[in-house]
């Protein structure tokens, strides 16, 4: 963990119509971490994602990415905003994360063939190839949108809460490909609500609760004293509060 | 029919076929209100297509009611003639479609409620602008359209919003599946989202326009959704939609022409009613969702 880091917060402060969700940020992620961000609902979590997306400027201080092209980064967005309803196949939604280097016209060459065949292996999709998506479970779904990840082969990859409502057999695969990422020396930054899931597989956790209320190693950040202090953070928050009332 | 002149001619099969074909053999005019109303079908389905799974089936509609002051204003400095008519319904449904997404973007109202307000503010204004000159006859023609009067100009118009629509569509296919399935996902990759929005509205625009000459404006949107929502029953593959919403629309046109000639209807109406059957059959019997499908007993395990 040595050297510059992959992604620098700066005072960053985020938000919608002007109401900050998140503080004040400031820190580093390391290049190869392995970061879990939780926190209370609301406590600004997938703002913090969408902003190391690029979907969302801050209001205040910067994200600083340094070389990180759009391409390097894959971003898991929650399950709930993808319409399952419409008619595609698995493969075509899987060969999607092929998009950054086919383009918008090209036909996909040989070679990424195969890196798409490859991910839906390696996820137990095999044969599912032709299903439309509205025929998948909750948890086949999430299969799915892992080997997209896994095409899109980038350096940083943003999970927010890939493991809500699957079944436990889903999870521990889905936890298996994320430590391969891990072992592959990229960097993964997850929202997860399970705290035993945390615990045991992600060194590193930020609490955050529109501020960071902690940030560190694992066990530290998630003292019984830390995680009292990021629910009464959230608790005590006045939404028709001023727009910044913990002026910088 | 009185068409049974040749005594050779009154074999069952050649009774058909002259029921069948006959009409577009002989009448120009038929021939005519084939084709352009095939071209508007083959882009008004994908169109269609697409409206529907990103749940503005309704869009079209309101579009096609928001072109029309555009429409009137031509037809007020021009008369009926097809050049200023377009040149406005252009104006009117882009400033109706620019307004409304802008409207949503900077207030509190969502852009449904919004498209909503600007339509019903155009539509109102249109019809006072058609009523301030000319007769209902030609409100009828504005609202019904003249399919079975397609001048070369009108032709050349349907034919080249078709093929513009066609390749418009192939090239921002790829943003525009993945901005309707998992627009979190497009935004990471792609800043193109909002772009492939509004160029997939200036299509839908384009194409009302094109149909409002033939079919009217309130019937070129049956065009468009119908062959849409019917090819839905019997497909679950995009890609099988879009072209299958494109044959449908052309069965219904020339099966509606058909019948409009032979039981004397109004030929604009009767497209639709035509698109409107197929719809009917395909709720029905469609062989991927089709209702009565689930009224059989089906294997236990089937894919």
Redesign the interface.
């Known amino acids: 963990m040595s050297g510059a880091p992959l992604i620098r917060f700066d005072n960053l402060t985020l938000g919608y119509d002007r109401h900050p969700a998140v503080h004040h940020l400031s820190g580093d992620i390391a290049p190869g971490s392995l970061l879990a961000v939780v926190g209370p609902n609301g406590a600004g979590k997938s703002t913090l994602l969408k902003s190391l997306?690029?979907?969302l400027s801050p209001l205040e201080g910067a994200v600083h990415t340094g070389n990180l092209a759009?391409?390097d980064?894959?971003?898991l967005?929650?399950a709930a905003?993808?319409?399952r309803s419409?008619?595609?196949?698995v493969f075509?939604?899987v060969a999607?994360g092929a998009?950054?280097t086919a383009g918008?016209?090209g036909g996909f060459r040989r070679k990424q063939l195969a890196v798409i065949h490859e991910a839906l292996t390696a996820l137990g999709l095999a044969g599912f190839e032709n299903r439309?998506?509205?025929a998948l479970s909750g948890g086949q779904l999430q299969r799915v949108l892992f080997a997209?990840l896994l095409v899109q082969d980038a350096r940083l990859i943003l999970l927010d809460e890939p493991f809500t409502a699957i079944d436990g057999k889903t999870a521990a695969d889905l936890l298996a490909i994320v430590k391969r990422w891990h072992g592959e020396q990229r960097t993964v930054i997850a929202v997860l609500h399970d705290m035993d899931v945390v615990r045991k597989h992600f060194p590193q956790t930020l609490l955050l609760a529109r501020e960071a209320i902690a940030w560190g190693p694992t066990h530290a950040a998630l003292s019984a004293d830390n995680l009292l202090r990021a629910r009464r953070m959230i608790e005590a928050h006045d939404p028709r509060a001023e727009p910044c009332a913990h002026a910088a | 029919m009185t068409r049974a002149r040749n005594p050779a001619r009154t074999r069952p099969d050649t009774v058909i076929a002259d029921y069948l074909i006959s009409p577009f053999a002989e009448f120009a005019f038929m021939r005519r209100a084939l084709v352009g109303s095939f071209a508007l079908a083959i882009a008004g389905g994908p169109i269609g297509v697409f409206l529907m799974?990103r749940r503005m089936s309704l869009v079209g509609d309101a579009m096609a009611h928001a072109i029309l002051p555009g429409v009137a204003v031509g037809y007020l400095i021009a008369g009926l003639s097809l050049g200023p008519m377009t040149l406005g319904g252009l104006v009117a449904g882009f400033a109706v479609a620019l307004l409304a997404g802008g409207v949503a973007r900077v207030s509190v109202i969502k852009e449904d409620a919004s498209l909503a307000a600007f339509y019903l503010i155009s539509l109102a204004l249109g019809v006072t602008i058609v009523s301030l000159r000319g007769s209902n006859v030609d409100l009828l023609h504005v609202l019904f359209g003249s399919v079975l009067a397609l001048g070369d100009e009108a032709m050349i118009l349907v034919a080249g919003i078709s093929t513009l629509t066609l390749a418009a569509l192939a090239?921002i296919y790829?943003?525009l599946?993945?901005d309707?399935?998992?627009?979190?996902?497009l935004?990471?990759?792609?800043r193109a989202g909002p772009a492939v929005h509004m160029i997939f509205l200036a299509l839908v625009v384009l194409n009302l326009v094109g149909g409002f000459n033939a079919l009217g404006t309130l019937l070129a949107v049956g065009l468009m959704m119908l062959p849409a929502a019917s090819s839905?029953f019997w497909?679950?593959?995009?890609s099988v939609?879009i072209p299958l919403s494109a044959a449908l629309g052309m069965l219904a046109c020339y099966s509606g022409l058909l019948a409009s000639y032979h039981l004397n209807l109004a030929a604009g109406p009767s497209i639709v009613l035509a698109a409107g059957a197929i719809y009917i059959i395909s709720l029905l019997a469609g062989q991927a969702a089709g209702l009565l499908w689930r009224l059989l007993p089906k294997a236990h395990v089937s894919r």
Not at chain 1, 86 to 89: A, C, G, Q, R, W
């Open positions: 997306v690029g979907t759009r391409v980064i894959a971003y967005p929650q905003q993808i319409d419409f008619p595609m196949s075509d939604l999607a998009w950054g918008l016209f439309t998506i509205g997209r | 799974l090239l790829r943003p599946v993945l309707t399935v998992d627009p979190g996902f935004r990471s990759v792609s839905r497909s679950a593959d995009i939609m």
